[in-house]
């Protein structure tokens, strides 16, 4: 793929909250596994793409959590959940095209990245779906078409990220499509809780030592 034919984009990294499952008194974002924190390594996983630079990455929470990040912007709709997020970033993003990841999703396939950059032309959203039609949208590509139903909803209160579906022209990046990278779909791997924590630290060894 060339990647100087791709238009511009955003990375919208969402990192607004409060950690309130995990159950270890602790940032969720500022755990660290293998010594980096969740922020860092879902950072170094986009960038691994070749795709991006650190200019292009927008983090949405609270400033004072992220001071080593140059752009960090807080919720124009506070309390409003993953779409109050995507909202915020889309709206503050200087490009079209937008990719949004959670903070707490360590294990991002960057060739699945890559591919799903391929499909942004003529489409509002790439969503990932799996599962019987699980759908992914703390891992998607989102265009700044979805502005107008993104605020009608949050002002609302329809606070799913998938009540906007119906009214976008979406790419649907099926489960067949996502295994071709990402046999066992730990892209999409979060952790909101310290069970999910302990299984993410062990994850992350077995990763390590395969690509040693």
Do not use: W
């Not at 790419?171 to 791997?189: A, C, V, Y």
């Amino acid at each position: 793929m060339n990647s100087e034919k791709i238009s511009p984009i955003t990375i919208i990294i969402l990192a607004g909250g409060k950690s309130s499952r995990i159950g270890l008194n602790k940032d969720k974002g500022k755990m660290k596994l293998l010594g980096v924190n969740l922020v860092d390594k879902v950072v170094s996983n986009i960038l691994s793409t070749g795709l991006f630079l650190e200019k292009d990455i927008l983090l949405i929470g609270p400033k004072k959590r992220f001071p080593n990040y140059k752009r960090v912007i807080e919720d124009i709709y506070p309390q409003k959940g993953p779409l109050g997020g995507i909202f915020t970033g889309l709206y503050n993003s200087k490009t079209f095209y937008n990719l949004v990841i959670g903070y707490d999703m360590p294990f991002i396939e960057p060739k699945l990245i890559r591919y799903m950059v391929e499909y942004i032309d003529n489409y509002d959203a790439v969503i990932p779906t799996h599962s019987q039609g699980l759908f992914e949208p703390l891992c998607a590509i989102y265009s700044k078409n979805c502005l107008e139903i993104m605020e009608n909803n949050i002002k609302n209160e329809k606070l799913s990220v998938r009540c906007i579906f119906p009214f976008l022209n979406i790419r649907l990046i099926t489960e067949g499509e996502i295994k071709k990278f990402d046999p066992n779909l730990q892209s999409f791997f979060n952790i909101n809780f310290k069970s999910d924590f302990s299984r993410a630290e062990k994850l992350d060894r077995k990763r390590s030592k395969h690509k040693c």
